[in-house]
């Protein structure tokens, strides 16, 4: 397993596609906790998946004034299909070209798969890690976790 | 661990004081959920009196768009003293849910369709669902089905052999 940026690091700058045509890049959320969210792959089959599990708790980061961020190797387009289809109503970052060079930079990548593992990370509005979690890939890892992390941010 | 407790604000068959205590948090429109429907039956009959089961609502309403009504629908047969027969009759019939349907079986309990439609318009029983949710959040539930024995979460495959396997080995553990 890889080792995730800990606590208390900067999170490392990115800019990354949002969709096809609009980019996204995290010292624009500057302000604002985020929570930073790497998953391996877009489509994953089970029902009640991560990334649909946060989609119904964003009413709870908001109250913490939170923005949600989906981040994967997959492509824009790929990306848009999915937001799409599960109705998910916060933006996924297309970690495409290079490929998984930001999920490198957060020790959120797999090598010998290719694609990004199932990590969590909690930024406070000053752009350093408050929290971070990495989940085995096969386990989604809930969001219990980052609704305490919010709870600690200080104020 | 489960948060908060089992107590009286929640639907339970058996004895609240039973040494075993399975929690699901289930969404009535997950097919997962209907696949445990008959096991947890299983599992009741397996262990009788010893075991008592609780049941809350985990819905994912962007994915299911019935899950929410069924929801409450089942919660507001509970304030006549219909939960269970609610509950089961919506997992027997997942697979043709919908608002209809609810009232339909509504009717068949003897509970006034209107009233359904009515408090299900009001959003009456929509804040109860919520905090079962968000109760749910909080204990660690990552999606539909997730089992508590005892207050600790059952990791993995939910046949019945394997939940029996997970409340023997919590019996055990509890015991000593």
């Known amino acids: 397993m890889s080792t995730v940026l800990p606590a208390g690091t900067v999170a490392p700058e990115f800019s990354l596609h949002v969709t096809p045509d609009q980019k996204l890049s995290l010292s624009e959320l500057r302000g604002r906790p985020v929570i930073l969210a790497f998953y391996p792959a877009d489509w994953s089959p089970v029902c009640g998946d991560q990334m649909a599990l946060y989609n119904e708790i964003l009413s709870e980061f908001q109250k913490h004034n939170a923005e949600m961020i989906g981040i994967s190797v997959d492509g824009s387009w790929c990306h848009a299909e999915f937001g799409r289809a599960r109705k998910l109503h916060f933006p996924l970052l297309a970690d495409f070209e290079p490929k998984g060079d930001v999920s490198k930079k957060y020790g959120a990548y797999r090598e010998a798969d290719g694609f990004c593992e199932r990590a969590l990370f909690v930024i406070d509005k000053n752009g350093k890690i408050a929290w971070s979690y990495l989940s085995p890939v096969g386990v989604n890892p809930g969001a219990d976790g980052i609704l305490q992390a919010l709870e600690e941010l200080p104020k | ?176």
């Not at chain 2, 004895?15 to 096991?39: M, N, R, T």
Request: charged share 25%; proline share 6%.
């Open chain 2, 1 to 176: 661990m489960l948060t908060p407790p089992v107590s009286s604000k929640d639907h339970l068959q058996g004895d609240e004081k039973s040494p075993i205590v399975l929690v699901e948090y289930g969404d009535y429109q997950c097919p997962h959920c209907g696949h445990a429907y008959p096991i947890v039956k299983q599992i009741q009959k397996h262990y009788g009196k010893r075991l008592a089961f609780v049941f809350r609502n985990f819905p994912l309403n962007e994915a299911h768009p019935y899950a929410q009504a069924a929801a409450e629908t089942a919660e507001f047969a509970g304030t006549k003293g219909k939960f269970w027969e609610m509950h089961d009759a919506i997992f027997e019939n997942q697979m043709s849910l919908a608002v209809p349907m609810l009232v339909e079986l509504a009717g068949s309990f003897d509970l006034s369709g209107e009233e359904l439609v009515a408090a299900l318009e009001k959003h009456e029983f929509t804040a109860h669902v919520k905090s079962d949710f968000i109760s749910g959040v909080r204990s660690g539930v990552n999606g539909t089905p997730t089992f508590f024995i005892n207050g600790h979460r059952h990791e993995g495959p939910f046949e019945f052999e394997d939940l029996v396997g997970s409340i023997d080995m919590r019996i055990s553990r509890d015991e000593k």
